[in-house]
């Protein structure tokens, strides 16, 4: 479903901090605005990745992130490398017990392309058998994405950390599916990893759920909506008491939207969206 005029994409309260570290405040997507010509940015919670090129964002993929078990540690890393139409070898780890290598191509677990971030954690492709699944948090820590989506990015980040290399060496890598080859990035290319539940943007407040469950209930919810809120300007005694209650209740479950003006009025709000693609 899109969002009505009478709702958007709002901008984070909370930040997951360095792994191990819990959560931090006054982070979130705000990072991306600093003097890196490239900088992506992903939220976990929003299972989006936002591309930043000279502190405007240009872009949005829909991502599916690591699941409860197997959650995106949080942080802020540089990306290293892209591997191109790579092998899948299953890793030490109980769930790929069993598990055979993958050869190179559309099929591959890794997708057609794996860009590495941290020590064995990839934003990478997905089979398109697998694409119903992006938006939800299920993968085992990496962030997939559609493979179409993955060359596109990819293709971005070359165009900034490589400028050398040409784009018929990126044509052939794409038409050859069995053409495995790795590329070291000869320029960063910053990345963070935020967990941002609530954000503030463009008058509108938005929740996304609470996927690793770190908040605990709705109480604590709410109170970071209000001290979000607080820190843009609104004060508590104007909020519209059963208009965040409503809010936070569904935004515990799913992806919720309201514009501040709606949200400070003491008129009854319309039906709340059961999602949004923001």
Request: aromatic share 8%; net charge neutral.
């Amino acid at each position: 479903m899109r969002l009505s005029r009478n709702w958007a994409v709002f901008s984070a309260v909370l930040v997951l901090g360095l792994a191990g570290a819990g959560i931090n405040y006054g982070a979130g997507t705000s990072q991306a605005e600093d003097d890196s010509p490239l900088r992506l940015v992903l939220n976990v919670p929003a299972n989006r990745i936002y591309v930043y090129e000279h502190g405007k964002r240009t872009r949005s993929y829909r991502v599916s992130v690591g699941a409860r078990k197997y959650a995106t540690p949080a942080g802020n890393y540089t990306l290293t490398t892209a591997n191109w139409n790579p092998w899948w070898h299953p890793p030490q780890s109980g769930w790929a017990r069993g598990e055979k290598p993958a050869a190179p191509g559309w099929d591959n677990p890794m997708g057609r392309v794996k860009i590495n971030f941290t020590e064995l954690y990839y934003i990478h492709g997905t089979p398109e058998f697998n694409e119903d699944a992006l938006g939800l948090p299920v993968s085992h820590g990496c962030v997939r994405m559609a493979n179409r989506d993955a060359i596109e990015l990819a293709k971005l980040v070359h165009s900034y950390a490589n400028p050398d290399l040409s784009e018929d060496e990126i044509l052939a890598l794409i038409n050859n599916p069995k053409d495995t080859r790795t590329i070291r990035f000869a320029r960063k290319i910053p990345f963070s990893v935020v967990y941002d539940v609530a954000i503030v943007r463009d008058n509108f407040l938005i929740i996304y759920p609470d996927v690793y469950s770190r908040l605990g209930d709705e109480d604590a919810l709410r109170d970071q909506v209000e001290q979000l809120l607080e820190d843009h300007g609104i004060d508590r005694s104007s909020i519209n008491r059963a208009h965040l209650q409503r809010l936070v209740q569904k935004g515990m479950k799913m992806r919720v939207a309201m514009s501040l003006d709606e949200l400070t009025s003491p008129t009854n709000v319309g039906a709340l969206p059961e999602e949004s693609e923001l």
